[in-house]
C-alpha cells in the first residue's frame, strides 16, 4: 500500500458522489449469486466496501455483513451510508487477516489495487482460506483489456459538481498498469476551495490465472463477464467461484 492509503476524505466523498453508478449496476448479479448464502444465515465479507455502495444493498437484502476497506475514510463512510452491519473494518489484503466467511464479495476492482502481481496471488489464496466450505466468492478485477481501451484517445477527463471538481489524467505506462493522476477540488465552508492529489494504479493481469490459483486453495472458481445480466466495460471481468464442502 502506498503511505497513505488510495481514498482519503475528499476523494472518498467525490468517488460516492459522483460515481455510485457501478454498484447500482452489479448489485442485482451479486445479491442473486449470494441468495443461498442470505438463506442460510451465513457471514458475508465485502473487501473494498468504498462508501458502502454494496453493503447497503446487501443489509437491505437481510444479508449478516462485514464491511471491509483499506481507505479509513471509506470505512468511515460506510458506517454512515449503510448502518447496520455486523462490523466494519480498516483491512488491506493480502497483509490483514479476513474472517471467516460465508461469502467474500468484492466490487470496483478492489484486488485491481493491490501494488503487483504477487500481492494479488496472495491476496487470493487469503480469500481462498477464510472462506468456509460451501461458500461463494464473487468480485471483479481488471484484465489487460482495461488498459489496452484506455489506449484509444483516453487523455484526461474532468467531472463538476455543486461543491467539488475532479480532474483525472490517464495514462498506461505498461501493458500491465493502469494509472489515474486525480486533482480534487473540495469547497470549504467559507467559499473558498481546497486541493488534494492522489496517484492510483491498478495492476492488470491475465484473469485465465486466478481459477487455478483459487483451486489450490479449495474454490472451484471461474472467469465470467458478469455478475448477472449487466454490462461491463471492456477488460473488466468477474470471478465467480465456490468451496469444495
Known amino acids: 500500500m502506498p503511505a497513505q492509503p488510495y481514498y482519503r476524505a475528499d476523494l472518498a466523498r467525490v468517488h460516492h458522489d459522483g460515481f455510485s453508478f457501478h454498484a447500482a449496476k452489479v448489485a442485482p448479479g451479486v445479491l442473486a449469486l449470494l441468495e443461498p448464502v442470505r438463506v442460510a444465515g451465513g457471514i458475508v465479507v465485502e473487501f473494498g466496501c468504498g462508501s458502502g455502495l454494496l453493503t447497503r444493498e446487501l443489509i437491505a437484502a437481510g444479508h449478516r455483513v462485514v464491511a471491509s476497506d483499506a481507505s479509513p475514510a471509506m470505512v468511515e463512510l460506510a458506517r454512515r451510508v449503510a448502518p447496520g452491519a455486523e462490523g466494519y473494518e480498516v483491512l488491506a489484503l ?25 500481492a494479488i496471488r496472495a491476496a487470493l489464496a487469503a480469500i481462498g482460506d477464510a472462506l ?18 484506455s489506449l484509444d484517445g483516453l487523455a484526461t477527463r474532468g467531472w463538476v459538481a455543486d461543491d467539488w471538481a475532479l480532474i483525472t489524467e490517464f495514462s498506461v505506462p505498461s501493458r500491465d498498469r493502469f494509472v489515474r493522476d486525480m486533482t480534487i477540488f473540495s469547497r470549504n465552508d467559507d467559499g473558498s476551495y481546497r486541493r488534494d492529489f492522489e496517484h492510483h494504479e491498478n495492476v492488470l493481469v491475465d ?9 489450490e486453495h479449495g474454490v472451484d472458481a471461474e472467469v465470467r463477464d458478469a455478475f448477472g445480466i449487466e454490462r461491463l466495460p471492456p477488460g473488466l471481468r468477474v470471478i465467480v467461484g ?3 464442502a
Do not use: N, Q
Not at 468456509?132 to 481501451?149: I, K, L, N, Q, S
Not at 484473469?207 to 483451486?215: D, E, K, N, S
Open 94 to 118: 493480502p497483509d490483514d487477516p479476513l474472517p471467516a466467511a460465508d461469502a467474500i464479495v468484492g466490487v470496483g476492482h478492489p484486488i485491481s489495487y493491490l501494488p503487483s502481481v504477487e
Open 132 to 149: 468456509r466450505p460451501g461458500g461463494v466468492v464473487a468480485f471483479d478485477v481488471c484484465d489487460h483489456a482495461y488498459g489496452e481501451r
Open 207 to 215: 484473469v485465465t490465472m486466478i481459477p487455478p490459483l483459487l483451486r
Open 242 to 244: 465456490r468451496k469444495v
